[in-house]
């Protein structure tokens, strides 16, 4: 079974230092990388880097060194092209969603992937998309 892996939860095993709350995001990682085939899209990766520097302060290698320790070795990297800019625009007509999530939700119809890792609920709205993440403690 395939899975999408959005911006939130990169961002978070890339930038939150913390031990405990760390480890929540990591053992997530960890289980979506036993149960799924990992997909992302080059927009996850520029939200990725762009975040974690503007918002968080991490400089730009130390995310290049995370995306290719992490996140290449086990999430395949979906290239956005019309298809995907297509579906993108019948979603956002249809759901209201941000173009960002509508290209993400275009590159999953792509390559049939119907389930996504996001605490974004916007997703929720999508028809024929499952959205799972982290149990509330």
Same mark, same amino acid.
């Given at each position: 079974m395939k899975a999408f892996i959005d911006a939130n939860l990169l961002i978070y095993l890339n930038t939150v230092s913390e031990l405990a709350t760390r480890s929540i995001y990591?053992?997530?990682?960890? !289980? +979506?990388?036993?149960?799924?085939? =990992? /997909?992302?899209? !080059? +927009?996850?990766?520029?939200?990725? =880097? /762009?975040?974690?520097?503007?918002?968080?302060?991490?400089?730009?290698?130390?995310?290049?060194?995370f995306i290719d320790s992490i996140v290449m070795p086990y999430i395949t990297v979906i290239p956005l092209c019309e298809e995907e800019f297509n579906e993108a625009r019948e979603i956002i007509l249809k759901y209201n969603l941000r173009p960002s999530d509508a290209l993400h939700v275009g590159a999953m119809r792509s390559n049939g992937i119907k389930v996504i890792a996001s605490e974004d609920a916007d997703f929720d709205k999508v028809d024929n998309i499952t959205r799972i993440w982290i149990p509330k403690a």
């Open positions: 990591e053992d997530f990682f960890i !289980d +979506l990388t036993r149960k799924y085939r =990992l /997909y992302t899209d !080059d +927009l996850v990766l520029d939200e990725l =880097l /762009y975040i974690s520097k503007k918002k968080y302060g991490v400089p730009y290698e130390i995310t290049f060194e």
